[in-house]
C-alpha cells in the first residue's frame, strides 16, 4: 500500500525558512507530478507548487521566488524549501503525489496527513 509521510513543519519567526518533505513508501511503480497544497483555517485549501516527473514546476504567485519545490526520484521524495516566510503562510501543508502503485491499472492520487506550518509575527 502506497503511503505518503510529510516532515518538516514548526514554528517559525517572520523572514525564516523551513523545508518539508513528503517521502512515498510502498510498492511503487512510478511516480508522476508531486505538489504541495495549504489550508489555512477558515479557508479552502489551495495550490502551494508541482513539479512533474520531468522537474517542469509550477507555483502560485504568493509563493513565486520565496518556495522552491524539488524532488529526488531515487528516494521517492518532494521537497519544499520555504524562504522569507511570511505570518500569511500559516497553514496545514499537503503533499500530493500521482503515483502508479502495485496493484493499480495506473495512476492515482494519494494525499499526506498533513504538517502544521505556523510563522510568527
Known amino acids: 500500500q502506497v503511503q505518503l509521510a510529510e516532515s518538516g513543519g514548526g514554528l517559525v519567526q517572520a523572514g525564516g525558512s523551513l523545508r518539508l518533505s513528503c517521502a512515498a513508501s510502498?510498492?511503487?511503480?512510478?511516480?508522476?507530478?508531486m505538489g504541495w497544497y495549504r489550508q489555512a483555517p477558515g479557508k479552502q485549501r489551495e495550490l502551494v507548487a508541482t513539479i512533474t516527473s520531468g522537474s517542469n514546476t509550477l507555483y502560485a504567485d504568493s509563493v513565486k521566488g520565496r518556495f522552491t519545490i524539488s524532488r529526488d526520484n531515487a528516494k521517492s521524495t518532494g521537497y519544499l524549501q520555504m524562504n522569507s516566510l511570511k505570518p500569511e503562510d500559516t497553514a496545514v501543508y499537503y503533499c500530493?503525489?500521482?503515483?502508479w502503485g502495485s496493484g493499480s491499472r495506473g495512476f492515482l492520487d494519494y494525499w499526506g496527513q498533513g504538517t502544521q506550518v505556523t510563522v510568527s509575527s
Open positions: 500530493l503525489a500521482r503515483i
Open positions: 510502498g510498492s511503487i511503480f512510478n511516480i508522476n507530478t
